[in-house]
């Protein structure tokens, strides 16, 4: 995966939104959370501070970071005796 962003979306004439956030950080595995938050840094470092599209981003940024960290937690168990799935970080 690279770090690199679609052109279109680098535009001054096709400003950033909610949908491309959500495009790019929706599908986000542990493996690539890095990468994909530097991404979202880039595409929101020119907007605003109260733009809505920069607080996501600053939100994503923060799950991301979390996500690439510590990894996936998986499952929540159906029955009180049954533990949810560890997570798959730091894993030999």
């Known amino acids: ?4 962003e679609r052109a279109d979306r680098r535009t001054a004439e096709r400003p950033v939104t909610v949908d491309d956030l959500r495009e790019l950080t929706g599908a986000a595995t542990p493996h690539f959370a890095q990468q994909i938050r530097n991404r979202v840094a880039k595409l929101i470092a020119p ?6 599209v920069r607080l996501l ?3 994503e940024i923060a799950r991301l970071t979390a996500l690439g960290r510590e990894g996936e937690h ?3 168990g159906t029955h009180p005796a049954q533990p949810p799935l560890p997570s ?3 894993r030999d």
């Open 1 to 4: 995966m690279s770090e690199a």
């Open 47 to 52: 907007l605003p501070a109260d733009d809505p």
């Open 57 to 59: 981003g600053e939100r």
């Open 74 to 76: 998986r499952g929540r």
């Open 88 to 90: 798959a970080a730091g």
